[in-house]
């Protein structure tokens, strides 16, 4: 029965393929964005999105760094357990065309020598061009397109042999089809072609209960000769890569020993904002609102502490 399912699901991989092509895995160093090679890897690319979907990754530790090398994930948990993997191996796809090039994701397999068909959950990342040594028995089924520093953060770290003495965790990893909001797109951002408008985007959970996580949106702009502040919040999941957030404009009042909430006007339905992003600095926020429509073409002014773009 497990065969005969794997084996519709293989069936699906064009419909996964343009549903969900890339992989975001969330790490203690940082965020990988994986683009999966569904083209020339299809079986592998479905088989991990298997392992993606069900949610096996969260919490697991990249247990192997061999500098210059590798870095490995898949096996053991942040408790030390070893989870039996849910599925069934599966036929190699490899192919010796220069795969295992550096910044590629490639499936681990048992034995040694190596058995090229007992790929399953366990996955590597190439720190360098190992197409020489590996293209021979492991399959490259995709590669990065953000993060690399991550992977330079990873091989920077202190090992004894190959085991780092602190292995970075996967927080999680999920399924996504373009640029996905995350927390490091919190920030100041502008729109280049009307420098009066601007945002504050914060990525965050609530603080209250941690559930999360929450876009909060302040917009601020000049329209009609006057000064628009606007906030918004809304509640989305990691790995969608639009939300769209509920503004609200408030009106009177004043600051100081003058102030009087009696005063205050609050408009709860002036409109919605969707925020998209292209890259880690760019993307675009459309809006919807009682003043007009329209999409903003947006940069990033600031970036978290810690974080980067490059």
């Known amino acids: 029965m497990r065969r005969l399912i794997l084996t519709l699901l293989l069936l699906l991989v064009p419909a996964l393929a343009s549903a969900q092509s890339r992989v975001w895995i969330q790490t203690t160093e940082g965020p990988l964005l994986v683009q999966l090679d569904t083209a020339r890897t299809p ?3 479905a088989n991990f999105l298997q392992y993606v979907n069900a949610g096996f990754y969260d919490r697991m530790l990249f247990h192997r760094i061999a500098n210059n090398f590798v870095v490995q994930s898949g096996i053991f948990t942040e408790a030390g357990q070893q989870p039996v993997p849910p599925f069934d191996p599966i036929a190699s796809e490899r192919a010796n065309d220069g795969g295992n090039r550096a910044g590629t994701i490639a499936l681990a397999l048992l034995g040694n020598p190596a058995n090229v068909n007992s790929g399953q959950a366990s996955f590597f ?9 590996l293209d021979a028995d492991f399959t490259a089924f995709g590669e990065i397109v953000f993060g690399v520093r991550t992977l330079e953060a990873m091989n920077a770290l202190s090992t004894s042999g190959q085991t780092p003495l602190r292995p970075p965790l996967i927080e999680f990893a999920v399924a996504t089809n373009g640029f996905p909001i995350m927390p490091l797109h919190s920030g100041s951002w502008y729109d280049p072609a009307n420098p009066r408008r601007g945002f504050v985007l914060e990525i965050v959970n609530d603080a209250s209960n941690d559930e999360g996580p929450i876009a909060n949106i302040y917009w601020y702009d000049y329209s009609n000769g006057q000064q628009l502040w606007a906030t918004g919040q809304a509640s989305f999941e990691f790995g969608a890569t639009e939300a769209t957030i509920p ?11 003058a102030f ?27 809006y919807d609102t009682q003043l007009g429509s329209g999409t903003a073409p947006v940069q990033r002014l600031t970036i978290p502490t810690g974080d980067t773009c490059l």
């Open 43 to 45: 079986n592998t690319a």
């Open 247 to 257: 503004l609200l404009v408030t009106e009177g009042g004043q600051f100081g020993a």
């Open 260 to 286: 009087d909430p009696n005063q205050v006007v609050v408009n709860s339905d002036f409109g919605t904002l969707t925020i998209r992003f292209s890259a880690c600095n760019a993307g675009s926020f459309s």
């Open 125 to 133: 990342f190439n720190l360098v061009d190992n197409t020489a040594a």
